[in-house]
């Protein structure tokens, strides 16, 4: 009994994506832009905080509860900018620890 090779066909598969990755990719702002940015919108929540707690001394603002969610807003942003800041120095250092 004789046994043939299989002869087998190249496949090329063509299908069109309805995932959306043909798009062209949207252009990435730089690592700079973004964190001048993100330290633009914690600057601009400590100024509403403020200006929210300034209304509130003057009687402007009669529900509190405004004020101070507009305060956690702003800590918690902060928080996390320091937090990040404190990551960055201290990867910083460690590159620095390194012997080249």
């Not at 252009?27 to 509403?48: D, M, R």
């Not at 807003?73 to 620095?96: F, N």
């Amino acid at each position: 009994m004789e046994i043939e090779a299989l002869q087998m066909t190249p496949v090329k598969m063509q299908a069109e994506s309805h995932l959306g990755e043909e798009q062209p990719a949207k252009a990435v702002p730089a690592f700079g832009e973004y964190l001048k940015n993100a330290l633009g919108e914690v600057n601009t929540l400590q100024h509403e905080s403020d200006n929210m707690s300034k209304a509130l001394a003057a009687g402007q603002i009669e529900d509190i509860s405004q004020v101070v969610v507009a305060a956690e807003k702003a800590g918690i942003a902060l928080q996390l900018t320091l937090a990040v800041r404190d990551k960055a120095v201290e990867a910083y250092q460690e590159i620095m620890r390194m012997q080249v």
